[in-house]
């Protein structure tokens, strides 16, 4: 096997957006990472859940789209 074919496999450090911080091995050429959801911040390994208003969400959905829904069944 080449030796310089492969990239180099060091130690990074990584940053959540929740304030977790640990390190890892990476063939990135920094040394640091910014990520947005860990393994401490994630619901499913945390069990908590955010709360999403999804009833408005299906609300504004229907209300939208009412009038489109009667047009097509009168036809």
């Given at each position: ?55 408005g ?19």
């Amino acid at each position: 096997m080449k030796a310089s074919v492969h990239p180099s496999y060091k130690e990074v450090a990584v940053t959540c957006s929740c304030g977790n911080k640990f390190t890892t091995q990476s063939t990135l050429a920094k040394d640091t990472l910014h990520i947005e959801v860990c393994s401490v911040c994630h619901p499913f390994y945390s069990g908590k859940q955010r709360l999403v208003d999804s009833a408005g969400r299906v609300d504004k959905f229907r209300q939208k789209y009412a009038s489109f829904s009667k047009r097509t069944s009168t036809k």
